[in-house]
Structure formats: C-alpha cells, structure tokens
C-alpha cells in the first residue's frame, strides 16, 4: 500500500503557516478558506446549542431539514424536509454518495482537489474532462461525451458526473446554456449530477444568472451545500445535501444516512442549532452575505487585473473567491528561470518571490500547464480588526493592508512577467 | 447493489422517540447514550472557541493534542502531541484504521454494532469470535487462534483485532490477564490491535485494575477514545487516537491523517476547545466523571439485581452502562409466548412489555440467542432536572422517577418470566 498523502491545500496552508511563524513574508493565496470572522449572530446560535448533547437523528433534527428546505425552495428548488440530510462539512457527504451510487465518475478537468481521492476511496475510477473555454467547474459537454464512449469501450462503466459553481479552482459560474447541455448528456447517458454549489452565494454579481441542474433534471440531480465559504465557517464543519423529490431520491437518502450512521453518526448539534439559523436565511445573514460576496469579488477582480497584466491568460472570476491564471504565453521566458511545469511555477512563486498558490497539478489539471489557483480570500487579513475593516470597507482595495498585499503581488508578477 | 439500513441502535432510539411522543409508555434501554445534562463548564469552554472559524490542522490543533497526550500519560501510557489525532468522533478514526491498515478484522462476538459494517465498507472481511466466560469485548484467545487459522486455510488474511473496554455491550472490563493473553496471540500472529477505550472513565470501582494492551504491546497497539460516552457528549462528536511511539506509528497516523483530509477536514474547531479542557482533566471534570460513573455504576446493578432475579444468567456490569442478560434458562417457558430467538425477545419486550432493548443478533451475536443489551443510562430521566437530581443523588434508586422505571422494569420481567 503506497503512503498516503495529506490533501494538498491543507498541506500547503500548514507549509505556509510554518514559515510564517518563523518570520518570512509570504503572501499566502494558497488555501480555499475565506478568511473572515465568524458572524456574531452565529457565535450566539452555537453558544444557545450547547444543550444539544444527545445524538439525535442520523439525518439532522426536523428544525434544520426544515430550514435547509427553505432554503433550497427560496432558490427555484421546490423542497420537503425529508429531502435534506446534514453532516459535519459537504466532504463526508459527497465521499456517502460516492459510497451508495454505482459506477465510475466524471471530472472536470481541473476541479477540487477532493473529487478525485473520494472516488479512489469508494473503490471507483475518477475520468478527467477538460472543462470548456467559458467557464470551470463542468466538463466541456461535447468531451464529456467522448470520454464515456472511450472509458465505456475499455470496460468502464461512468455513471456520476460531479459539477463545481461558482467553481473551485477557477472562480466562475457556468452560464446557464452549458448547463443546460451537461443536462442533457446526463439524460442521454443516464448519468447522476452531483452538483456542488458550495460557492452559489458568493455571486460577484448578485444579477448574474444561475441555474442549477436540479431545476433542469430534478430527478437525476443532487445537491451539495454547505457554510464553509460563504458564512467562513470552515472550521466549524456544517455540509447539506439535496436529493431528488419521489422513491429513487429517497433510497438514495436512506443509503447515504446509512453510510452516514457508520462513518460519523450525525451532525453536532450545537452546529445544527447554528445551520437551522444560517439556512433560515434572515435579513442580517443575507445582509452579511452580501457583503462578503461584495468583497470577495472585488479582491478576486484585484488580483485578475494583476496576473492578466502580468501576461496571463484567464478567466474572469465571477463566483467564490479564487482566480486561475495561465501563463502559456510566457512560456519562453519562463523556461529560463527553470520554470517550466505547474510544479516549478508553484515552486518559483513561493520561492523566488513569496507568494504561495496551488498548482493546477493538484486540481488534476495537466502537469505541464502553467497554471495555479490564487486563494485571493486570504488577502482580508490576519487579525480579525482587519477582516472587519476589509468587509466593511467602501472600497477595500484602498485598505493599507489589503493595498500592500495587492502591492507585493504586482511586485512578484511583474518580476516574474521580466523573467 | 442492497438496500443499506440504519445503524440499528439509532433506528430504535429513533422508532422510540416517536412512539413515545405518540403518548406510549415505553422505558427505553435501546439505545447506548448516557443521557445526561451538559456539565457546564463544556458549555462554556465551547461558547469560548467560537472564535475558531479557521479549518486549522487536520490532526488537530497542538493544544489539544498536547492535552490528550496528558490524559494518556496520566494512564501510565507515555504520550507525545505527535502521537495523537482528533476527529468529530470516535467512529471516523475507526473507519479510518480499517482503511490504511490491510487485512481483515476479528472481532469479539458480540461487539459494538458499528465495527462490523465498518470493515465492510473499507473493503475487508470481518470474523467474529466468541467472547470468554469472564469479559465481553475480547475474543476468547484460544477461539482467537483458532479462528485466524480456519480463515487463513481459506485464504483470509486477519490482521487487526477490535477490543472494547469497558466493553458495549456487556458492560464488562477486560481482566489484565485476558488482556495480556490476547497480546500474546497479537505477538504471536502479528496483528495490530486496535483498543476502543471510550468507556474506560466509567468504572463502577475506581479500584478495579485496568490494563490497555498499549501497556503490553505498544507496538502495536492504536488506542481510540472520545468523550460522547464518559462526558455525555455524544451529540458533540469528539473522538480521539493514540498511535505507537516510533515510525510504524508515524506512518499510520499520517494515512488515518490523509484519508482524515479527504473525508472529514477536521474536528470542528469549537469542539476543539472543548476537547483540550476536557483531556486536561481538571478537578471539577474528575469530579464530574467520577459522579457519573457512580451513577452508572448503580443503576446497572440495579437492572443486573432485576433481569437475575427474573431467572437470566448475567455478567456482573463492571463499567459502562449496560447489562447484556441470557434468557437461555428461560427457553422453555419463552417459546410458549412465542419467543424463540433473539429478534422476537426484541419483539415482545417491546410490544408486549413496554421495554425497548436491542437484541444481542444486531451485535453479532448468534441470532437464536435469548441475549440482548439492556442500555441502563436511559434511566436518568426525560428532564434535565430529573437528570441532574440522578447525578447529586446520595442514593439515585430513591428518585421517584427512577424508582418508577425499575419498578416498570421489574413488572415487565417478572411478567415474562411467568410466561
């Protein structure tokens, strides 16, 4: 059995946090955390939930189905509380539903960096699709198709595809046309959507359309969710899922609460009695929402401006707090700095001119591309005041530590883009 | 693909829970949680780490850690931080070893209902073995022996042994020289023993000895604990592993750490806070734990001193809380009642008799059995008022309300055992 490796942005961000601690400046876009204070109506929730001590039901208490219900409903997403099923963090959710669905899975080409390894877990085979010129997060439609006729030809059997947005690693949204046509690959191939919208309220631009797959092919269609990126709880750990109205939903239900009750029992209850809040969606949460998703669109913009400057191609980002930058172009002048993989990139940032990123290696992207993920979340500030500042700011760019940081990034770009 | 179900211990505390709110009268003893309040201070140190929004490390942030490793040095068990994991439960880490470790797995026959499903699901063959006259959770070492040579000679590989004690369900503690001998076999057949110590700050007397196998064999010994059973946490989800001193150990703890990042990120950093104060073990916690298992120790005499005098044969509860009885003497006289085996034991003590209990078949046990387990820490009260009274009580069996209960469960057997 080969040794097994520990998930590397958590890597890369325990990596970082060591070299800090000894003193080197780094700026550090390596990690998809939002790094913003907990909300303080939601530290009140958790506190009131402390009386919450016994197990309770595998799938969540009534109160935060309902709640998450609601939710989903408020998006276009008819739902009933039976429907919802919530966990410790979207991760142990979405590996269940690797667990109980049959068959191999379909990738983007390049996704987040836990797709892949769940599949392997679950004993199935993971298909990389390279995803379309417009946006990341889905596979290219047409590419989808040919990689099932290949992978169906060897003996594969692909019958899941997993969706990412907002995506992570390139921080866009698929326009509501692509996913129209993954849907309706899934009904000619008899797939299952997994359809992670983890980033979905962290719209740069609260008018921008959005359409989920659930409201195109409901029955084939789950839902995966959670509080980690767009509350900043990712340490507290608090994942939902979705499944689809009528018997094949509910079986699927029951087998992931099965699978649930073996692995981790159920949500912590103090953490329900926080979701049930979060999920009801009342005005000074969606308030703060809107705020974060303010800021977190105008930093992303920040540093797309930057590395496009620097020479780069790239995706608008329009969703999360991630930008995903190609340096193809510079490819030349690059190689003579040693630079010529993702991995050397990722190296040389880090190195060279201290700014950390995630190779897009690590997202299953091709090796030799020169692209990395910016985690641009991570520029709000190491103290909570400054976090604050950041999501109270009129323009917080204009911010001293936000503007210093955005500072050395043009530094180390520029330098980079000389050669 | 078949159906999955529900844990079975959950799916009765869940079909009770809405019988009982239905209006039946049912003295529930189906379900192994210690139902008990919050103790304060928990609360107040998890009000305390809201704070902890970040995912922080995998294995656990370095002051809890250092705490756990405390609290197994203080058990004559010489820890370091490194040594140590934290995770939301006892029950991921379970899983977790099933998955990095290779082989298949014995198991003491009965045992807890999760540790037989669990292999399944990483892809191993379970084995039970008949438990010893004196202790549950052990396999009888000869019969251990024996079993890996039959399982060998069909070209099975056992290499991982699950002990539990105190032990769910019996509710016994592991004499040292039973331990010692199951070592011996470990030795001798090279298997890596995996003790499951969540009830080990539940002994009825703190004078009685008590020896982890990572005393004898800390080579090759994981101990795995939690606080859902001694501090009443269940519903918090806070589980705990000590690995090996030395690079064997090493290298487990960095793959249970990598499938920890690709299933559950980490334990939820509030929760974190409570699990360093609580493995600190001031006095008031010892105070607290001590209280505690005074009371279980007293309400599972009392149901023992019931089931024995109905006719059962019964291994004195030791730790814990359960009483796992043997109907066997009353064979005759139950079949007239239509009672043959262990499902229909269930069936009419429930139905008949007004007593949830879990049948010794769902813990593995050989399904004609007249066993099952009896969860004693159901008896506390449906208040937390009642609860706490439970806990300052000189002699809790004086409670009104726990009185009523052992007389409801005194009428239900005697009852039975009149046929």
Same mark, same amino acid.
């Given at each position: 059995?080969?040794?097994?490796?520990?998930?590397?942005?958590?890597?890369?961000?325990?990596?970082?946090? /060591?070299?800090?601690?000894?003193?080197?400046?780094? !700026?550090?876009?390596?990690?998809?955390?939002?790094?913003?204070?907990?909300?303080p109506p939601l530290a009140d929730r958790l506190a009131a939930g402390t009386d919450r001590n016994a197990y309770g039901p595998v799938v969540g208490d009534?109160?935060? +189905?309902?709640?998450?219900?609601?939710?989903? @409903? /408020?998006?276009?997403?008819?739902?009933?509380?039976?429907?919802? #099923?919530?966990?410790?963090?979207?991760?142990?959710?979405?590996?269940?539903?690797?667990?109980?669905?049959?068959?191999?899975?379909? %990738?983007?080409?390049?996704?987040?960096?836990?797709?892949?390894p769940q599949a392997t877990l679950a004993g199935k085979r993971a298909f990389g699709v390279p995803i379309p010129p417009e946006c990341g997060g889905v596979?290219?439609?047409?590419?989808?198709?040919?990689?099932?006729?290949?992978?169906?030809?060897?003996?594969?059997?692909? +019958?899941?595809?997993? %969706?990412?947005?907002?995506?992570?690693?390139?921080?866009? &949204?698929?326009?509501?046309?692509?996913?129209?046509?993954?849907?309706?690959?899934?009904?000619?191939?008899? *797939?299952?959507?997994?359809?992670? =919208?983890?980033?979905?309220?962290?719209?740069?631009?609260?008018?921008?359309?959005?359409?989920?797959?659930?409201?195109? !092919?409901?029955?084939? &269609?789950?839902?995966?969710?959670?509080?980690?990126?767009?509350? @900043?709880?990712?340490?507290? /750990?608090?994942? #939902?899922?979705?499944?689809?109205?009528?018997?094949?939903?509910?079986?699927?239900?029951?087998?992931?609460?099965?699978?649930?009750?073996?692995?981790?029992?159920?949500?912590?209850?103090?953490?329900?009695?926080?979701?049930?809040?979060?999920?009801?969606?009342?005005? =000074? !949460?969606?308030?703060?929402?809107?705020?974060?998703? $303010? %800021?977190?669109?105008?930093?992303?913009?920040?540093?797309?401006?930057?590395?496009?400057? @620097?020479?780069?191609?790239?995706?608008?980002?329009?969703?999360?707090?991630?930008?995903?930058?190609?340096?193809?172009?510079?490819?030349?002048? *690059?190689? /003579?700095?040693?630079?010529?993989?993702?991995?050397?990139?990722?190296?040389?940032?880090?190195?060279?001119?201290?700014?950390?990123?995630?190779?897009?290696?690590?997202?299953?992207?091709?090796? $030799?591309?020169?692209?990395?993920?910016?985690?641009?979340?991570?520029?709000?500030?190491? &103290?909570?005041?400054?976090?604050?500042?950041? *999501?109270?700011?009129?323009?917080?760019?204009?911010?001293?530590?936000?503007?210093?940081?955005?500072a050395d990034i043009e530094r180390g770009f520029t330098k980079l883009a000389a050669g």
């Amino acid at each position: 059995m080969g040794r097994r490796k520990v998930s590397p942005n958590l890597a890369l961000d325990q990596l970082v946090a /060591r070299r800090q601690a000894e003193g080197e400046r780094i !700026v550090h876009l390596g990690f998809g955390e939002s790094r913003l204070p907990v909300f303080p109506p939601l530290a009140d929730r958790l506190a009131a939930g402390t009386d919450r001590n016994a197990y309770g039901p595998v799938v969540g208490d009534a109160g935060v +189905r309902a709640a998450v219900a609601g939710y989903f @409903a /408020r998006r276009g997403l008819p739902t009933e509380a039976h429907q919802v #099923v919530v966990a410790p963090g979207s991760k142990p959710l979405l590996l269940a539903l690797d667990m109980v669905h049959p068959g191999d899975v379909l %990738l983007p080409q390049p996704c987040w960096v836990t797709y892949g390894p769940q599949a392997t877990l679950a004993g199935k085979r993971a298909f990389g699709v390279p995803i379309p010129p417009e946006c990341g997060g889905v596979p290219d439609p047409d590419a989808m198709r040919e990689t099932i006729r290949a992978a169906r030809a060897l003996g594969h059997d692909p +019958r899941i595809v997993v %969706l990412t947005s907002p995506d992570n690693p390139t921080g866009t &949204t698929a326009p509501p046309e692509i996913i129209r046509a993954i849907c309706a690959v899934a009904e000619d191939e008899d *797939l299952l959507l997994v359809s992670d =919208e983890i980033y979905r309220d962290i719209p740069h631009d609260p008018a921008m359309p959005y359409l989920s797959p659930a409201e195109v !092919v409901p029955h084939r &269609t789950i839902v995966v969710t959670g509080l980690s990126k767009s509350l @900043a709880l990712g340490g507290w /750990r608090i994942g #939902v899922v979705r499944f689809p109205e009528g018997p094949g939903g509910e079986r699927m239900r029951d087998d992931v609460a099965s699978v649930a009750s073996e692995i981790w029992s159920t949500l912590a209850g103090p953490m329900q009695a926080v979701a049930e809040y979060a999920f009801s969606e009342p005005p =000074e !949460v969606c308030a703060h929402l809107r705020a974060s998703a $303010r %800021l977190h669109g105008t930093v992303a913009k920040a540093v797309y401006d930057i590395v496009v400057a @620097a020479g780069a191609q790239c995706r608008p980002p329009t969703g999360g707090f991630y930008v995903y930058p190609d340096f193809a172009p510079l490819r030349e002048s *690059l190689a /003579r700095l040693g630079v010529t993989d993702g991995e050397s990139l990722q190296r040389h940032l880090i190195e060279e001119l201290g700014i950390a990123v995630l190779a897009g290696v690590h997202f299953g992207d091709d090796p $030799r591309a020169l692209r990395f993920r910016a985690a641009t979340s991570m520029l709000y500030g190491r &103290t909570r005041g400054g976090q604050w500042a950041a *999501l109270r700011a009129e323009d917080p760019l204009k911010l001293p530590h936000i503007a210093e940081a955005l500072a050395d990034i043009e530094r180390g770009f520029t330098k980079l883009a000389a050669g």
